[in-house]
């Protein structure tokens, strides 16, 4: 009895496939260490309590350091700069004194945010000292207007979400798209499904892990249309497209949305101008609005609900292009076989 040796793989294959490795891994790496790499203020909004001519000369000794780095607006008095960074319009704001510097901050708003406008109002202080022949003398005094809970400090918890969510819908969309049979069925999984995730990912953020503060049914919900937003997007790819429509949603969540959500930080902190394009996808959008609803009582997210929205109602247009045109496939099928074959 003779055996076959199956055929040997070329040599050529295998180098272009180790290749190929080498390169996919090189992507997802630059994909996920740049915006961490290249970090630094962009445009970031701080308010200055006085005159306008406060802010310009404040507004000039940050282009000095940071070129183009902050956007500086005022306020009239300290309660104005506090609606502003409680609504999310400022993420500091500084009033400037001649014995001292008080900042007010928002570290729910970012953290990496607060520490780096601190550190630069004691530049200024220390400055502000020497020219005055008494270093030392300006004080600066810090007030955070919105902290993160006791618990989580520094927002751990809320920045290692930030995977979860973005993972959550593709293993949605994957999960309905393959274990649940019938258009009809589908759409109502894929409905419940973030309902449920929403449901479970903000019990354990708010009362295992503490890491939030607010409303559990704001925060749920929240968390449930940034799941809607990405899920729906990869379920409708996979209606139309197939799996390979499922590797082009998870291009779109995890390889570029995710790095670009600003969970982390902020997207002012990221290359320009890919910190303001991230939030136009639904892990940037998602971070937002999370973030928005647990510590700002929702201000600041109205865009962010806006763009899953339109992400979701995107992969719905899919799904049902999909499905018609998989229904009009069946219905030639099946009168292709109906036709009589002539004896």
Do not use: C
């Not at 819908?169 to 258009?183: E, H, Q, T, W, Y």
């Not at 995710?258 to 930080?265: D, H, K, V």
């Amino acid at each position: 009895m003779e055996t076959t040796t199956p055929e040997r793989t070329p040599v050529g294959r295998v180098i272009a496939l180790s290749a190929g490795l080498a390169l996919i891994v090189g992507i997802i790496t630059l994909a996920f260490a740049w915006p961490s790499a290249g970090m630094g203020p962009n445009g970031i909004p701080i308010a200055v309590i006085g005159p306008d001519q406060a802010a310009e000369q404040v507004q000039d000794q940050l282009d000095a350091v940071e070129p183009d780095g902050f956007e500086v607006s005022t306020a009239a008095d300290a309660d104005g700069a506090r609606t502003l960074i409680e609504e999310r319009e400022a993420y500091a704001a500084l009033q400037i004194a001649p014995d001292g510097v008080t900042v007010y901050t928002a570290t729910a708003a970012s953290p990496t945010v607060a520490r780096l406008i601190t550190g630069m109002a004691e530049q200024m202080a220390a400055q502000a000292g020497q020219a005055a022949g008494e270093p030392g003398s300006v004080r600066v005094a810090v007030e955070d207007l919105v902290p993160l809970p006791a618990d989580d400090p520094n927002g751990a918890g809320l920045a290692a979400a930030g995977l979860p969510l973005a993972a959550g819908g593709i293993i949605m969309a994957v999960l309905i798209g393959s274990a649940v049979r019938g258009s009809g069925r589908q759409i109502a999984a894929a409905i419940l499904a973030p309902l449920a995730i929403g449901a479970g990912v903000a019990a354990v953020l708010l009362f295992v892990l503490e890491s939030l503060d607010g409303d559990y049914l704001a925060i749920s919900g929240a968390i449930a249309l940034a799941t809607a937003g990405a899920g729906w997007l990869i379920l409708g790819l996979r209606k139309l497209l197939g799996n390979p429509g499922i590797a082009v949603g998870a291009i779109i969540v995890m390889l570029v949305g995710n790095p670009l959500s600003g969970m982390t930080g902020a997207p002012e902190l990221l290359p320009a101008p890919w910190g303001a394009f991230g939030q136009l996808l639904p892990p940037g959008a998602g971070a937002t609005l999370l973030r928005s609803t647990a510590y700002f009582e929702g201000h600041g997210g109205q865009a962010a609900v806006w763009t899953l929205a339109a992400w979701a109602a995107v992969g719905a247009v899919l799904f049902a292009v999909g499905a018609i045109r998989a229904k009009g496939e069946g219905v030639s099928a099946e009168k292709s076989e109906a036709v009589p074959v002539p004896a």
